[in-house]
């Protein structure tokens, strides 16, 4: 069964937190692995491809551990414009690609 | 420029009547999908489309009918719509990766549908 599971949160969270949020799949042979980022009533936009080796982006580092299946996304020195749905998406493979999307964890950044 | 544009942004219809959203990418993609979020924001594929041929076909009622006349358009026909269809359909695109499957998608801004 395709599953990709997330903590829904929310995470609240105040200015210049760091904060980390994990997602686990469920199909071992799952060969890319991204987090997108999805605004109150916007599209899901991407954040990050997620690597083997691991990759960081600004503030945002994301690490991707095969053997236990899950994939993280840390958040350092959170801003305000960082409050949003972070959404988990893993590709289950073939040629054509069948990208499974997590329900998301919603993140909070206060004042 | 938009990349990946939806119409209606928002569709108010009655129980019972047929309705479409149209999809257009000028990306340059050769693959186009239809999602779906419901009122708990998960988001799930309908139907995907590598260059007009229908790839990925979910399990999704035969009351929804996609169309693609051509590699950047993907429409979504409904008939029949239940209070249950409403939601937010998402088209999106993409550029096939080869068998690593890496596909990035584009998202369009979204249809929110009601069916009341």
């Known amino acids: 069964r395709k599953e990709v599971e997330q903590d829904p949160g929310p995470f609240n969270v105040p200015e210049g937190a760091t904060v980390a949020f994990n997602c686990t799949y469920s199909?071992?042979?799952?060969?890319?692995f991204f987090w997108y980022r999805q605004d109150c009533r916007k599209e899901p936009k991407l954040l990050m491809s997620?690597?083997?080796s691991g990759n960081e982006d600004g503030r945002f580092t994301a690490q991707l551990n095969r053997a236990s299946q899950y994939i993280s996304l840390l958040i350092r020195d959170s801003k305000l414009s960082d409050s949003a749905t972070y959404l988990c998406?893993?590709?289950?493979?073939?040629?054509?690609?069948?990208?499974?999307f997590g329900k998301g964890t919603k993140l909070s950044v206060k004042p | 420029d938009t990349a990946v544009s939806q119409t209606p942004k928002y569709l108010v219809t009655q129980m019972g009547n047929d309705k479409s959203i149209k999809c257009e990418q000028n990306?340059?993609?050769?693959?186009m999908y239809w999602y779906k979020q419901d009122s708990k924001k998960f988001l799930k594929i309908m139907f995907s489309?590598?260059?007009?041929?229908?790839?990925i076909n979910e399990t999704v009622p035969n009351r929804f009918s996609p169309k693609s006349p051509d590699k950047a358009h993907l429409n979504l026909h409904i008939n029949s719509l239940e209070l249950g269809d409403s939601a937010v359909y998402f088209c999106?695109?993409?550029?096939?990766?080869?068998?690593?499957?890496?596909?990035?998608?584009?998202f369009g801004a979204g249809s929110r549908l009601t069916v009341l």
């Open positions: 997620v690597y083997s």
């Open positions: 199909n071992s042979a799952s060969q890319s």
């Open positions: 998406v893993v590709n289950y493979g073939g040629s054509q690609g069948n990208l499974i």
């Open positions: 999106a695109s993409s550029q096939h990766q080869g068998n690593s499957g890496a596909n990035v998608l584009t």
């Open positions: 489309y590598n260059n007009k041929e229908l790839i």
């Open positions: 990306l340059g993609h050769d693959t």
